[in-house]
């Protein structure tokens, strides 16, 4: 192999990043009303969760922090998980209406690569509105942060592999069934109800606890808010952590195998592009 | 060596009905749209297919193109097997497939053919050339920048033909391509595909256009209901009547056919 196709083999998925990158944000300026819609549904939803943490009042302080914040960093955290997944699916739906699904299985990418590099498109998009949701809680509504910044971080990192595993699970669920709307929304709902979205799961019956400890969101929730209220450092978060990567490390390649799995019996039966 | 080899080829789709369908008359069952099919392809080749409705041509494209793979049998490109080697064989092959919309609504037509370009690993300082190359050759040149979505029939045709042609395939397979092309783009394709085969590409185009396969064909296979009733050379001058009634002839559907004008009263 001469040089040249070696360099152009290396640059090869950063290319094809930059040119899924490309074809999102050009899409996503182009739907002109796009923007400002989700700008006016994050101003809605956090006046909403400020006024519902200001009728409770300030007696309510779950996990020993305001309940506001406690909301802000929950809603948003899930928020952009579950968005996420439905970037994903929705993605996998239009591209089996218009039938670019197909064509997009017969260029030189490989699946399982198309589909990394498109997550990683999903991803920025929903990071962008998850900062945009935090700062406007932080600056419009005054929550009060004590934020660690390299905690933060690493939680975003050992949750995106969570979060890209869901995509991924929910691309899965809409190629082999062509219903992942439906289980994502009964998925969404659940992981709602039992992540500690809106209210601590020690609230929870102990059997319903013991679910939601088996749930990886709720490790990302409570992570991100040790993270972003408190100021734990990284060393404190070590076991949150170590969780957090160990449902990547287990979720991510399950999830990768039934795509594989799912593409390749949608080949054999000719359902790719079904919907 | 032969670009493309079909060998005993046999597609079956399955139908299963909805999980809940009480209601409905949907049931189970299967269609066989390729029984047992064989043959090849050489390089610098122009192949036409041609059968009715449901013959098995587009199920034949995708199959070499990777988008479907076999019940039984091996489908090669390039010496390479589209089930165990799909990668390979996706490298070699371009597609232009019947449906027209599927592309990026909300990018332009260069734009489009930029990000398909990318993902097929044409290299980025080669790209705009190349774009450049096949808008002119289906006649897009002027709506380069037009957002795809304003876009007709005809051009949504010509731009699937030009992604199939930016990556520069060696196996080019065609989905009736002209189907909605305007007379003066179809001549000019014609001579594009023509072009093409000298420049030692091998060309699969399935058609009902039999005046297309007389100008296009190096050889003709004839599908009828999942099988290869015929795979003969296209003598030079052949013309397109000369091939309509092979068809027919072969098919036995001109007695349907006539049989229709007759009932119709409007038979010669």
Known sequence: ?275 | MDQVVFESVRKIFRHRPALFNWLGRERGGETIALKDVSFSAGRAEVLVLVGPNGSGKTTALKLISTMLLPDAGSVRVGGFDARRDAGRVRRQVGIAVAAERSFFPRLSASENLDFFAALDEVPRNERARRIKEVLRDTGLEEQADTLVMKFSSGMYQRLGIARALVKRPSVLLLDEPTRSLDAATTAHFWATIRRLAQQQTTVLLATHNFAEAAVVADRLLLLHRGELLADRAVGNGESADALRAFYFRMTGEIDEAMGTIYRAGTAP
């Open chain 1, 1 to 275: 192999m001469n040089s040249n196709t070696l360099t152009s083999r290396m640059n090869s998925p950063l290319d094809k990043l930059h040119a899924i990158l490309r074809r999102d944000l050009l899409t996503a300026i182009r739907h002109r009303s796009g923007f400002v819609v989700t700008l006016v549904g994050v101003f809605t939803e956090l006046a909403a969760f400020y006024f519902l943490s200001r009728a409770i009042g300030p007696g309510f302080r779950p996990n020993g922090v305001e309940y506001f914040p406690f909301l802000l960093v929950g809603t948003g955290v899930y928020t952009f998980f579950v968005m996420s997944a439905q970037a994903f699916l929705s993605a996998v739906q239009e591209a089996q209406q218009t039938g670019t699904l197909e064509v997009l299985m017969t260029t030189s990418t490989p699946p399982a690569e198309l589909v990394i590099l498109s997550s990683i498109s999903a991803f920025a998009g929903n990071l962008v509105n998850l900062l945009v949701y935090l700062f406007a809680g932080v600056a419009v509504f005054r929550a009060s942060i004590h934020a660690n910044f390299f905690s933060c971080v690493a939680v975003l990192i050992f949750s995106l592999a969570i979060a890209l595993a869901l995509g991924i699970a929910a691309a899965t669920l809409q190629v082999a069934f062509q219903k992942g709307s439906a289980l994502l929304w009964l998925l969404g709902s659940g992981l709602w109800f039992l992540s500690g979205t809106m209210f601590p799961i020690q609230s929870l019956p102990r059997p319903l606890e013991l679910l939601a400890r088996a749930v990886p969101l709720t490790y990302a929730i409570d992570g991100m808010r040790r993270a972003l209220l408190e100021g734990q450092s990284l060393m404190a978060m070590a076991p949150t952590l170590a969780v957090l990567a160990g449902f990547g490390v287990v979720l991510l390649p399950l999830a990768l195998a039934g795509l594989s799995l799912s593409l390749r019996r949608a080949r054999q039966d000719g359902t790719l592009s079904f919907y």
